[in-house]
């Protein structure tokens, strides 16, 4: 198992870079020129504006731009300068990660109880009760996002002010104590958190309904009703265990697309997190800080992956990753 994590991990080096290259390719056939859409129309005098561009590098050839990035993450592990944020890109992504993975944590508790809660309820009713779930569920994940972000902040935040509409700290948070800007924090992140969560947890619930009801037809489960348990000691003891090996690598994918996907729930509600930072430095064509908010999110995809072989074989003792002819790991 260990060979097989030295690979997986080998591999995800060449992975990153080229997504990295296809990332600056399409920067770079996008309109503009990242000078104007940086500097936009102040008024600079030429001889200012030249220094400018070369200090930050746009009167080089994009093949050069790029290389020299390159050479700067490979040799030296910097990941280059941004100009929207006026700091090194490393920088800018360490205090925009903290919030992301906080807002990412909260939405996958409620991923994974409202998706095995309804998957689980689902299951264990009648047919006409399965298929009202099943069709909420349906309904609720093809709703998009932004929808789901501007219906929550107009119903709990506006109608029903019990949520704050955006940003991460009430005014004045900073002079408070450290409970009282922990719970202000959670207050905030509690909205966003839930649509990020929930529109993901339709998703699973119906992957466990799948599972429960594919186990519910097996021997196993026949011979321990057979032996006179209840229907909900089979569900809990014998049949969630088998319906949770999908789950489970379900959830490893889920922790990259939770934290690299909420770009449109971030916006919406205005979290400073890895999200708003990416869309950002879109918009201003900040191409250091876009490729290492690649580089990031292909780590995280990679690294969930890994999680999810390594629990589906920890969850499941009949599955060995790697195994070969001989039998050797």
Same mark, same amino acid.
Do not use: K
């Given at each position: 198992?260990?060979?097989?994590?030295?690979?997986?991990? *080998?591999?995800?080096?060449?992975?990153?870079?080229?997504?990295?290259?296809?990332?600056?390719?399409?920067?770079?056939? =996008? &309109?503009?020129? &990242?000078?104007?859409?940086?500097?936009?129309?102040?008024?600079?005098?030429?001889? $200012?504006?030249?220094?400018?561009?070369?200090?930050? +590098?746009?009167?080089?050839?994009?093949?050069?731009?790029?290389?020299?990035?390159?050479?700067?993450?490979?040799?030296?592990?910097?990941? +280059? %300068?941004?100009?929207?944020?006026?700091?090194?890109?490393?920088?800018?992504?360490?205090?925009?990660?903290? &919030?992301?993975?906080?807002?990412?944590?909260?939405?996958?508790?409620?991923?994974?109880?409202? #998706?095995?809660?309804? +998957?689980?309820?689902? =299951?264990?009713?009648?047919?006409?009760?399965?298929?009202?779930?099943?069709? *909420?569920?349906?309904?609720?994940?093809?709703?998009?996002?932004?929808?789901?972000?501007?219906?929550?902040?107009?119903?709990?935040?506006?109608?029903?002010?019990?949520?704050?509409?955006?940003?991460?700290?009430? @005014?004045?948070?900073?002079? %408070? #104590?450290?409970?009282?800007?922990?719970?202000?924090?959670?207050?905030?992140?509690?909205?966003?958190?839930?649509?990020?969560?929930?529109?993901?947890?339709?998703?699973?619930?119906?992957? $466990?309904?799948?599972?429960?009801?594919?186990?519910?037809?097996?021997?196993?489960?026949?011979? =321990?009703? *057979?032996?006179?348990?209840?229907?909900?000691?089979?569900?809990?003891?014998?049949?969630?265990?088998? *319906?949770?090996? &999908?789950?489970?690598?379900?959830?490893?994918?889920? $922790?990259?697309?939770?934290?690299?996907?909420?770009? $449109?729930?971030?916006?919406?509600?205005? %979290?400073? +997190?890895?999200?708003?930072?990416?869309?950002?430095?879109?918009?201003?064509?900040?191409?250091?800080?876009?490729?290492?908010?690649?580089?990031?999110?292909?780590?995280?995809? @990679? @690294?969930?992956?890994?999680? =999810?072989?390594?629990?589906?074989?920890?969850?499941?003792?009949?599955?060995?990753?790697?195994? #070969?002819?001989?039998?050797?790991?």
């Amino acid at each position: 198992m260990g060979r097989y994590a030295l690979r997986r991990l *080998a591999v995800a080096v060449p992975l990153a870079l080229a997504a990295a290259t296809l990332v600056f390719a399409l920067l770079e056939t =996008a &309109p503009g020129s &990242p000078a104007d859409l940086w500097l936009g129309d102040r008024p600079l005098p030429p001889e $200012v504006r030249a220094r400018l561009e070369h200090a930050y +590098g746009f009167d080089r050839p994009a093949p050069e731009r790029y290389l020299r990035w390159l050479e700067a993450v490979c040799l030296h592990g910097e990941l +280059g %300068w941004s100009s929207l944020r006026s700091m090194p890109v490393s920088r800018a992504i360490g205090i925009a990660l903290p &919030p992301t993975l906080l807002l990412g944590g909260a939405a996958l508790l409620i991923h994974l109880a409202l #998706g095995l809660a309804l +998957g689980m309820w689902s =299951a264990s009713r009648r047919r006409r009760g399965r298929e009202a779930v099943s069709l *909420a569920a349906v309904v609720l994940y093809a709703l998009p996002t932004f929808w789901l972000g501007l219906m929550a902040i107009l119903l709990l935040a506006v109608a029903v002010p019990l949520f704050p509409p955006s940003s991460m700290a009430s @005014v004045g948070a900073e002079d %408070w #104590g450290t409970l009282r800007r922990a719970a202000d924090v959670a207050w905030h992140a509690a909205l966003p958190a839930i649509v990020l969560g929930a529109g993901s947890a339709a998703g699973l619930a119906r992957f $466990v309904r799948s599972g429960v009801l594919e186990s519910m037809g097996q021997e196993f489960v026949r011979a =321990a009703r *057979a032996r006179g348990l209840a229907r909900r000691q089979v569900l809990r003891a014998h049949v969630l265990r088998t *319906a949770l090996l &999908p789950v489970v690598t379900l959830l490893g994918l889920s $922790v990259p697309v939770l934290v690299s996907g909420s770009l $449109v729930v971030e916006v919406v509600f205005a %979290w400073p +997190g890895m999200g708003r930072l990416t869309y950002d430095a879109i918009r201003a064509h900040d191409v250091p800080l876009v490729l290492g908010a690649t580089l990031l999110a292909t780590a995280l995809v @990679v @690294v969930g992956n890994l999680a =999810a072989d390594l629990a589906t074989a920890a969850v499941d003792p009949r599955v060995r990753l790697g195994r #070969g002819a001989g039998g050797r790991t």
